[in-house]
């Protein structure tokens, strides 16, 4: 499979996200000699689109899907374990607003990208298009530490 292809490919695999592709991408791009400013916008906007996705997997078709056992346990098998993150997550939005949202998704980490983002967003009931601009701001910050993790400037 094309190199290309496989690291977008990971940039929208929950848990790997920007993190896993980015970095596939920019050490690609080094190794063929290719400038990496391409790649950051198209994992950037990539990654932004798989809010859109969530959001509207969400809304439309999570609900049906409830209705399948294997779906149901796997589904709330998840939100157990992003339990604690999402109480910390209420508890700090009072206090710093929008801000919590972005420094969440920020954080380049597994479970803090930008499926679980909005699906706190969703859970809180938070405002989409503020949660939006809020995600994609962390996800540009977590972009640019991989970015410089990647290149071993950090």
């Given at each position: 499979?094309?190199?290309?292809?496989?690291?977008?490919?990971?940039?929208?695999?929950?848990?790997?996200?920007?993190?896993?592709?980015?970095?596939?991408?920019i050490l690609?791009?080094?190794?063929?000699?290719?400038?990496?400013?391409?790649?950051?916008?198209?994992?950037?906007?990539?990654n932004?689109?798989?809010?859109?996705?969530?959001?509207?997997?969400?809304?439309?078709?999570?609900?049906?899907?409830?209705?399948?056992?294997?779906?149901e346990?796997?589904?709330?098998?998840?939100?157990?374990r992003?339990?604690?993150?999402?109480?910390?997550?209420?508890?700090?939005?009072?206090?710093?607003?929008?801000?919590?949202?972005?420094?969440?998704?920020?954080?380049?980490?597994?479970?803090?990208?930008?499926?679980?983002?909005?699906?706190?967003?969703?859970?809180t009931?938070?405002?989409?298009?503020?949660?939006?601009?809020?995600?994609?701001?962390?996800?540009?910050?977590?972009?640019?530490?991989?970015?410089?993790?990647?290149?071993?400037?950090?």
């Amino acid at each position: 499979m094309n190199k290309l292809i496989l690291g977008l490919l990971l940039t929208i695999v929950p848990f790997i996200e920007l993190r896993g592709g980015l970095s596939f991408l920019i050490l690609h791009a080094k190794e063929q000699g290719l400038t990496i400013w391409p790649f950051l916008i198209l994992v950037l906007i990539i990654n932004s689109l798989v809010v859109l996705l969530v959001y509207f997997f969400l809304d439309q078709i999570h609900h049906r899907l409830l209705r399948n056992k294997f779906y149901e346990r796997k589904f709330n098998n998840y939100l157990r374990r992003s339990q604690n993150k999402i109480k910390r997550f209420q508890r700090h939005h009072k206090k710093l607003g929008f801000i919590a949202l972005t420094l969440f998704t920020a954080i380049p980490l597994p479970i803090t990208g930008a499926y679980s983002a909005t699906l706190i967003s969703w859970l809180t009931g938070l405002n989409r298009v503020k949660s939006f601009i809020s995600i994609v701001l962390g996800l540009m910050i977590s972009e640019t530490i991989i970015l410089l993790i990647t290149l071993g400037l950090i």
